[in-house]
């Protein structure tokens, strides 16, 4: 199947007199007729659900759709973006170790890695996504476990040399870990580049509508655990008898381990209905992006030829920093999302942004509707000075989310807009 044909039909295939439609399987839990059936399941020597923090069947035909849209073995759905980062990392690192970001991904990852993940013990590294495999490498120590990037950075709009980061990851048997919000599967697919695993805010594109926060990790079932570093997956696992991951899980370890530990005992758990939604975005998916890219595209070429623009970053226009890179990692488009600085600094873009009439202001992104945000005063208000030069922000930049209206409709609204600035 086509990617188009696989957001449709992936995941979900029903049976003779059962629903054409992925049913809302809304229940904590399911029934069986003997305890030992249920001990089973607990000792996971036996498949099934049975407590919806876990698994849940409309939960997991999604998860199944997102593994094949990706190109993984498995995925897990989470309660939001910000819940799959952290299982990611939590599945790999422990007190003690440390790992590798780019200074470019979002506000929250930044704050997550660099604030909450300390409290535990973990160490986030930031690199220059720009820097080279020797500086980068440099930064790795012994106890590094993971490198973490962003496909598309939000909100620099910059493009992640995935096959440089994974190389780089290989060479040090480690997994290298890729944010794929922005482009989604349909624009590219991390996995096919070298990506060990993929987590998504699936609130943003794959949703679509601006409806339901959630997140999602999706296992490529590449990596080999079993090369000394991660103990956790090849030794016994106490809270399960013993069972070792990469022995009882094979290729599947990552996901499984994630799931039946993390999801257990954090609980970041996506709700029934909730995913049911997420999957009713993800049906028109690939539809959606090509006409996001179409629009954005479209008005990336009018702002770079309005002179109340300082500068505008968009991988797709001729001449951008990261248009080469763009070629090859996002052939199709690089999404709806567009930064760009009205002249004049914070108070010209707080002026154009507020005189927009069709375009939302709103902290949200990637969504049907146009909209946009300053993210200097919002997303990344938390960050020092110098953490905003690194993720690529000024006091000027505007991130602009280009929806789905007629392209005549958005441009007429943005050029009122630069009109009363
Ligand atoms: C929004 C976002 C997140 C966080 O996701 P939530 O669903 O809001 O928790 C993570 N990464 C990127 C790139 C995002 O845009």
Redesign the pocket.
């Known amino acids: 199947m086509k990617i188009e044909t696989k957001c449709l039909h992936e995941g979900y295939e029903p049976k003779n007199g059962e629903p054409r439609v992925l049913p809302i399987c809304q229940s904590t839990t399911f029934t069986y007729d003997s305890t030992e059936k249920i001990g089973d399941l607990f000792d996971l020597t036996s498949d099934g659900f049975f407590y919806s923090r876990l698994a849940n069947p409309t939960v997991d035909c999604v998860e199944k759709k997102i593994a094949a849209l990706e190109g993984g073995v498995g995925a897990l759905c989470t309660s939001?973006?910000?819940?799959a980062?952290t299982l990611a990392i939590l599945n790999i690192l422990n007190a003690g170790d440390s790992f590798i970001a780019t200074s470019t991904?979002?506000g929250?990852?930044i704050n997550l890695f660099a604030v909450t993940f300390k409290r535990f013990g973990i160490e986030c590294i930031f690199v220059d996504a720009d820097a080279t495999e020797e500086e980068i490498q440099a930064k790795i120590k012994p106890n590094t476990k993971a490198i973490f990037g962003?496909t598309i950075a939000?909100p620099a709009i910059s493009v992640f040399d995935i096959e440089k980061f994974a190389k780089i990851a290989q060479k040090n048997n480690i997994p290298l870990i890729v944010?794929n919000?922005?482009a989604t599967p349909i624009l590219c697919r991390p996995i096919e580049f070298g990506a060990d695993i993929v987590i998504h805010?699936?609130?943003?594109y794959m949703d679509g509508h601006a409806i339901q926060?959630?997140?999602v990790i999706v296992d490529s079932g590449k990596f080999n655990w079993d090369n000394g570093k991660f103990p956790e997956f090849t030794e016994p696992d106490q809270s399960y008898h013993g069972i070792v991951y990469t022995e009882h899980f094979g290729n599947a370890a990552f996901i499984a381990k994630a799931r039946v530990q993390l999801m257990r005992d954090i609980g970041v758990t996506p709700s029934p209905i909730g995913t049911f939604l997420l999957n009713l975005g993800l049906e028109t998916l690939a539809i959606r992006m090509k006409a996001h890219c179409e629009n954005a595209e479209k008005v990336a070429e009018y702002l770079i030829k309005n002179d109340k623009v300082e500068y505008v970053k968009y991988p797709s226009l001729e001449g951008d920093k990261y248009f080469t890179l763009a070629k090859k990692y996002l052939p199709s488009g690089c999404s709806g999302v567009i930064s760009f600085a009205v002249r004049g600094g914070k108070q010209s873009a707080i002026k154009f942004m507020d005189s927009l009439e069709l375009a939302s202001n709103v902290v949200h992104?990637?969504d049907i509707r146009t909209c946009v945000l300053h993210p200097a005063s919002a997303t990344h208000r938390q960050l020092t000075d110098e953490q905003l030069i690194a993720a690529g922000i000024d006091g000027g930049m505007i991130r602009l989310s280009v929806g789905l209206e007629n392209i005549e409709d958005i441009i007429e609204d943005l050029q009122q807009a630069f009109d009363k600035v």
Request: hydrophobic share 25%; net charge negative.
């Open positions: 939001s973006g910000q819940a980062s991904i979002y929250g990852t962003e939000n944010d919000t922005f805010s699936t609130s943003k926060v959630g997140g992104v990637a």
